[in-house]
C-alpha cells in the first residue's frame, strides 16, 4: 500500500501521435494536450467526451498500455512503464481496466474459471478470494467458471470481466465505456455492481464514457474533455447543475434533450486539424475573434471548479429532479 | 386529431429459420402510423423491433420468412404484393435509413454521384447538369454547408454526422411518404445526434412525412416521436402517446425500462436496475413474457398471456392495468 | 442477445421461402455426403499407407511379361503394365511413399513456416521484414525452377525431395498465421492480458499459439493437397522419385506413352491421384468448418 493521498495524479498530460498516410509527409495528431486532474483515494473521478476528445487515450497512457508524450502520471504512487519488468509487473497490480465491448474482452478459447484466475497465475500470488467467490461478488454462480465465453450474454460477460480485474485485488480500476454496448436494463445492473464493488473494497474509478448521465450517476467529480483538452472540470454538482463552459452546456442539452439549452453548431472537427485558440471556438455559439486568437488559460471559479474559457457565461444546468 | 393511417401492421409475425429450428422474433405485432407522425418502436436487444422494420419492406435475411400478418400502406397490402411492386416502393414511397451511415453509402462513388444516381432512376433525369443542381439542393435541405464543393467528396471524407445526413437526404430526394430509421443516432456523438433529429423533426413537419423511429432510448423517443410502441421478447407491450406513456407508464417494462437509465437531474446513487435478462426469441415462458422479470408479478401472469387493456388512446398488455391505473380499461382482444 | 443489425442483411430481398426449403434441405444432405465421401477416401487411403502390403494382390515390382497390357479384369482391378506389373499394387504402393513424403513436408513447412509466420506477426520489425522478403522470394520462384536447381546441385535423394517441396511449400504457412497472428494482437483480450502483468511469453504461448492452432491445422490439411500435386508433377517431370520408388506421378509419366492403346495404365495412377486430393481439401473443408466457429468472428458491431 503506497503512502496516504490522491489515487491518481496526472499533470500536464499530452500525447501526440506521428500519422503518416501513404504518399502524404508525418503528421502529428495531438491526442491529449496538457491534461490534469486528481482523483482521491475511494472516489471517482468522470471524464466525459465524445470522438476525438482523446479519454482512450488517457485511458491506455493511464494504464500503462502507452507512453505518454509528456507530464507526470502517478498512480498509487507509481509511474507507469517506469523501471525494469518487475516494477511494470507490479504497477499492473495496481491498475486494472474494464473495457468496453465485453465480446472482445474474453479470449474465447478458456473457460470463464481460467479467465478470471489468470491475472493471479500471472504474478503467482495467492488468491485472497478464490473463482469461486469473485463470482459472486459480481452477481454469477458458481458454476459459471466452466462455461465459455460464447456461451454467456453481454452482460454476463462484462460480470466476468469485471471479476477478472479484481481478482488480483488492485487500488484503482479504470473504466473505458464499461456499460456503452449493454442494453439500458442491464446496464443499470452493472453499474450498480461497479457502485457496491467500490464501497465493499475502497476501490478508485476513473469512469470514462461519452454519456454524461452515465458519468454523472456514478461520479463524485467530472472533467469534461474536447479534442484532447480539459474544457471543465469540477464536482458533480457543479457540472451537472451550474456548469460554466459552453461545450458542457452542450452536452447536457444533449442528454436531457432540453429546447433552452444552446446546442453546439456543426461537426466535431478532425484532431489532426486541430483549430487554432480554443479548441471549440469553431462550434461554440458565444465565440469571439479572441477565441479563435488565444487559447484560454485553465482558470479557477471556486476552490474545486476549473473552466478553460475566456468568458464568464452564465451557469446551465440540468433541472434537479422534483423541483419544477 | 390522427388522420387516417398510413401504415397500418395487423399480427405481423416473422420468424428466423435457425440450427435449432423456426424462431418467432416478431410475435403478432399491430400499429399504425398516420401521416405527418412519428412512431417509436422501443426495446433492447431481442426485442424483434428491427426485424419489424425490415419486415415491413420485405428486406428480410435469407433465412427470415414472415409467417403471417398484413401490412396495409396506402390500403394495400405489402405482403402479397408481388416483388416487382414492392422494388417499386421501396426508396420511392417508403425510405430507409440504418444505423451506419458508412456502410450504407457506396464507398468508392462521390456524394454527387450517389445522390445523382437517385434522380436519374427514380425521377428520370438526363442532364448531368440538372442533376447536380438538384443534388446540391438536396444536400442543402439536411443544413450541410458548402453543398457544392461536398458533392465531389467520398464518404469516408465525411464525419458521422455528415453520412448520416447524405443518407437522409438520399431518402427525402424522392418525397417518400413514410421513413423508417433503424437507431439513425445511435453511433453518433451526442452534440452531432441532437442535431440530427432536430433536421428530422423539421423534415417531417415540412414534408408530412411519417417516421417510425426504431431505438432502445425511450428518452431519446421522448424528444423526438408522439406515439410510442414499447416491444419485449417480440411482442408490442404498451403503446400510446409519448407523453402520457412517459409521465405513467402502464406496463412493469416500460416502467423498468425508464427507471434503469440514468437521468442527469436525479440524484446520484443506485439505478432501479431490472433484474434479470430478456428471454432468448426462441425460449420465451408461458404467459406474460415479462413476468419472470416483473417485480409485481401475480399468479396470473405467469399462466396466461395477459390480455390487450385498451384506454384513452393508450392501451397495454398486462393483467395489472386496471389495477395499476385505476381506470375504466376496455378489453380489446384476449390472445391466445 | 446481440440484435442483429439491419444493414448487416440488406444484400438482396426475401425471396418466397417456401421454394427455397427444399432446395436448402437438399444440399444439407449433399454437404453430408461429400463429407462423407471425403472421410471414406481418407480412411482408406490412410488404410493403404499403414498396412499397404495387405491390400496389394501382387507384388507391384513382379514383372509378367506374358500377361503385359492387360484391361482391367477381375484378376487385375487395374489391369496391367507394359511389362505385367499389377498397375494397382503399384498405385497402393505409391500412396505410402505419397504419404510419407507429404507427411514429412506438411509437418516441416507448417512448423518451420507457421512459426516463422508467428514470430514475424508478433515480434514485428526486423524479424517480420526479413520472413515477408524471403517468403516473397519463394512465392515469387515456381516449384519446377528450385526442384531443377536442386536437383542439380546436390543429387535426387528422397530427404532432397522432402526439402525442396518443404522450401516451396512454406511462405504460404508464414503468410497466412503471420495475418492471423496479426488481427490477434491487436483483439481487447490480448492488451487485458498483457495489462494484467503477462510477459510476452505467456501471451505467445497461452494465447496467440492456442487460438492459431485451428488454422494451422486447417491450412496444413489444404496445403497437403497441393503437396501431393506438387510431387506428382515432380516425379511426373523424373525430378521427383526415381526407380525402382513408385510414385503417382511416375506411374502417370510411364503410362503416358500408352494412353491410345492401353489407358489404364496412366488413367488409374490418374484417378487415384485426384481422389486424393478431392478427399484431402474435403477434410480441410469440413474442418474449417469446425474449427472455426469456435473462433469468434468479430461479434461486435
Same mark, same amino acid.
Given at each position: 500500500m503506497s503512502g496516504g493521498g490522491d489515487a491518481i495524479i496526472v499533470s500536464a498530460l499530452s500525447k501526440t501521435y506521428k500519422v503518416r498516410q501513404a504518399w502524404r509527409r508525418a503528421q502529428s495528431l495531438r491526442a491529449v494536450n496538457d491534461v490534469s486532474f486528481t482523483v482521491e483515494r475511494g472516489g471517482t473521478y468522470g471524464l466525459v467526451g465524445e470522438s476525438g476528445s482523446g479519454k482512450s487515450t488517457i485511458a491506455r497512457i493511464l494504464l500503462g498500455a502507452e507512453p505518454a508524450s509528456a507530464g507526470k502520471v502517478r498512480i498509487a504512487g507509481r509511474a507507469p512503464l517506469a523501471g525494469g519488468r518487475a516494477a511494470r509487473k507490479a504497477f499492473h497490480r495496481v491498475v486494472q481496466p474494464v473495457l468496453q465491448d465485453p465480446y472482445a474482452s474474453l479470449s474465447p478459447l478458456q473457460r470463464v474459471g481460467r479467465i478470471i484466475d489468470e491475472p493471479i497465475r500471472i504474478h503467482g500470488a495467492q488468491p485472497r478470494t478464490s473463482v469461486a467467490q469473485l463470482l459472486e461478488q459480481v452477481g454469477l454462480?458458481?458454476?459459471?467458471?466452466?462455461?465459455?465465453?460464447?456461451?454467456?450474454? $453481454? $452482460?454476463?460477460?462484462?460480470?466476468?470481466?469485471?471479476?477478472?480485474a479484481l481478482g488480483i485485488a488492485p487500488e484503482v480500476v479504470i473504466l473505458d465505456e464499461p456499460v456503452s454496448a449493454l442494453d439500458v436494463s442491464i446496464q443499470a445492473q452493472i453499474l450498480n455492481l461497479l457502485r457496491d464493488l467500490q464501497e465493499r473494497r475502497g476501490l478508485t474509478y476513473l469512469m470514462i464514457s461519452h454519456d454524461l448521465a452515465v458519468v454523472a450517476a456514478m461520479s463524485t467529480r467530472i472533467g469534461v474533455l474536447y479534442l484532447g483538452s480539459l474544457m471543465e472540470s469540477g464536482t458533480r454538482d457543479e457540472i451537472v447543475h451550474s456548469a460554466r463552459h459552453p461545450y458542457t452546456g452542450a452536452l447536457i442539452a444533449a442528454a436531457t434533450g432540453g429546447a433552452d439549452f444552446v446546442s453546439a453548431r456543426g461537426d466535431i472537427p478532425s484532431p489532426m486539424q486541430l483549430p487554432p485558440g480554443c479548441p471549440f471556438q469553431t462550434r461554440c455559439a458565444s465565440a469571439t475573434s479572441r477565441c479563435a486568437a488565444e487559447k484560454p488559460e485553465p482558470r479557477m471559479i471556486s476552490p474545486t471548479h476549473r473552466i478553460a474559457c475566456h468568458y464568464d457565461l452564465p451557469p446551465v444546468g440540468a433541472k434537479i429532479q422534483g423541483i419544477a | 386529431m390522427t388522420g387516417a393511417p398510413l401504415l397500418e401492421v395487423r399480427n405481423l409475425t416473422t420468424s428466423i429459420c435457425s440450427s435449432g429450428g423456426a424462431v418467432t422474433v416478431v410475435d403478432q405485432v399491430s400499429f399504425s402510423v398516420a401521416a405527418g407522425r412519428s412512431l417509436a418502436l422501443v426495446g433492447e436487444s431481442g426485442s424483434g423491433k428491427s426485424m419489424t422494420c425490415a419486415s415491413i419492406l420485405r428486406l428480410l435475411p435469407p433465412s427470415g420468412r414472415i409467417e403471417g400478418g398484413q401490412v396495409r400502406f396506402h390500403g394495400q397490402d405489402l405482403l402479397t404484393l408481388p416483388e416487382r411492386e414492392i422494388r417499386r416502393l421501396r426508396g420511392r414511397r417508403i425510405?430507409?435509413? !440504418?444505423?451506419? %451511415?458508412?456502410?450504407? !453509402?457506396?464507398?468508392?462513388?462521390t456524394i454527387g454521384d450517389q445522390l445523382g444516381e437517385v434522380f436519374r432512376r427514380h425521377h428520370g433525369v438526363r442532364d448531368r447538369a440538372e442533376r447536380r443542381r438538384r443534388a446540391v439542393a438536396a444536400l442543402e435541405a439536411v443544413e450541410i454547408t458548402g453543398a457544392a464543393q461536398r458533392l465531389d467528396s467520398y464518404p469516408f471524407q465525411l464525419s458521422g454526422g455528415m453520412r448520416q445526413r447524405v443518407c437522409i437526404a438520399i431518402n427525402i430526394a424522392c418525397a417518400p411518404d413514410l421513413l423508417l430509421?433503424?437507431?439513425?443516432?445511435? %453511433? !453518433?456523438? %451526442?452534440?452531432?445526434?441532437?442535431?440530427?433529429l432536430g433536421l428530422l423533426k423539421r423534415l417531417q413537419r415540412e414534408r408530412g412525412l411519417a417516421i417510425i423511429f426504431v431505438t432502445h432510448d425511450l428518452r431519446l423517443a421522448a424528444q423526438f416521436c408522439d406515439e410510442v410502441a414499447v416491444m419485449y421478447a417480440g411482442r408490442i407491450v404498451e403503446t400510446g402517446p409519448i407523453g402520457a406513456v412517459f409521465a405513467a407508464p402502464a406496463h412493469p417494462y416500460a416502467e423498468g425500462l425508464l427507471a434503469a437509465a440514468p437521468e442527469l437531474g436525479a440524484a446520484p446513487g443506485r439505478l432501479a436496475a431490472i433484474p434479470g435478462t430478456p428471454p432468448a426469441p426462441g425460449s420465451v415462458p408461458v404467459g406474460c413474457r415479462f413476468a419472470p422479470r416483473c417485480t409485481q408479478a401475480e399468479a396470473i401472469c405467469s399462466t396466461a398471456y395477459p390480455d390487450w387493456f385498451d384506454w384513452q388512446e393508450r392501451s397495454a398488455a398486462c393483467w395489472l392495468v386496471p389495477k395499476r391505473l385505476a381506470v375504466p380499461a376496455r378489453v380489446v382482444e384476449t390472445t391466445a | 442477445m446481440v440484435d442483429i443489425p439491419l444493414s448487416g442483411f440488406l444484400r438482396r430481398p426475401a425471396e418466397p421461402v417456401l421454394k427455397l426449403a427444399p432446395l436448402r434441405r437438399r444440399l444439407g444432405a449433399g454437404r453430408r455426403l461429400q463429407r462423407g *465421401?471425403?472421410?471414406?477416401?481418407?480412411?482408406v487411403i490412410l488404410a493403404f499407407a499403414l498396412f499397404g502390403p495387405i491390400f496389394e494382390p501382387f507384388d507391384p515390382q513382379a514383372i509378367d511379361l506374358s500377361a503385359s497390357f492387360q484391361p482391367p479384369s477381375a484378376e487385375h482391378w487395374f489391369g496391367t503394365d507394359q511389362i505385367g506389373r499389377d498397375v494397382l499394387s503399384r498405385v497402393v504402393e505409391a500412396t505410402r511413399l505419397t504419404l510419407l513424403i507429404t507427411g514429412c513436408v506438411v509437418a516441416l513447412a507448417g512448423g518451420l513456416g507457421g512459426l516463422a509466420g508467428i514470430g514475424a506477426g508478433y515480434f514485428g520489425g526486423a524479424l517480420d521484414a526479413l520472413v515477408m522478403r524471403l517468403a516473397d522470394i519463394q512465392l515469387a520462384l515456381p516449384a519446377i525452377i528450385l526442384a531443377m536447381v536442386l536437383a542439380g546441385?546436390?543429387?535426387? @535423394?528422397?530427404?532432397? *525431395?522432402? *526439402?525442396?517441396? @518443404?522450401?516451396?511449400?512454406?511462405?504460404?504457412?508464414?503468410?497466412? *498465421?503471420r495475418g492471423e497472428v496479426l488481427s490477434l494482437r491487436t483483439r481487447d483480450f490480448i492488451l487485458l492480458v498483457r495489462l494484467a502483468g503477462a510477459s510476452r511469453g505467456w501471451i505467445m504461448l497461452r494465447h496467440i499459439l492456442p487460438n492459431v492452432v485451428g488454422t494451422l491445422v486447417v491450412l496444413a490439411t489444404i496445403e497437403a493437397g497441393s503437396v501431393i500435386v506438387l510431387e506428382a508433377t515432380l516425379s511426373f517431370l523424373g525430378l521427383g522419385i526415381q526407380p525402382p520408388g513408385i510414385s503417382w506421378g511416375g506411374l502417370i509419366a510411364e503410362g503416358r506413352g500408352f494412353l491410345g492403346a492401353a489407358w489404364w495404365v496412366c488413367a488409374c495412377p490418374g484417378l487415384a491421384l485426384m481422389l486424393a486430393v478431392l478427399a484431402v481439401n474435403l477434410l480441410g473443408d469440413a474442418l474449417r468448418d469446425r474449427l472455426n466457429p469456435l473462433l469468434p468472428s468479430d461479434l461486435s458491431s
Open positions: 454462480r458458481a458454476d459459471m467458471a466452466w462455461r465459455y465465453p460464447h456461451e454467456l450474454s $453481454g $452482460g454476463q460477460r462484462q460480470r466476468v470481466a469485471i471479476a477478472r | 425510405g430507409m435509413i !440504418l444505423q451506419d %451511415a458508412m456502410t450504407s !453509402l457506396n464507398p468508392i462513388m430509421c433503424d437507431e439513425p443516432t445511435t %453511433a !453518433l456523438d %451526442a452534440t452531432v445526434q441532437q442535431q440530427i | *465421401l471425403a472421410m471414406l477416401v481418407s480412411v546441385a546436390v543429387g535426387q @535423394t528422397l530427404p532432397n *525431395l522432402v *526439402l525442396v517441396l @518443404t522450401l516451396a511449400s512454406w511462405a504460404r504457412f508464414a503468410r497466412v *498465421l
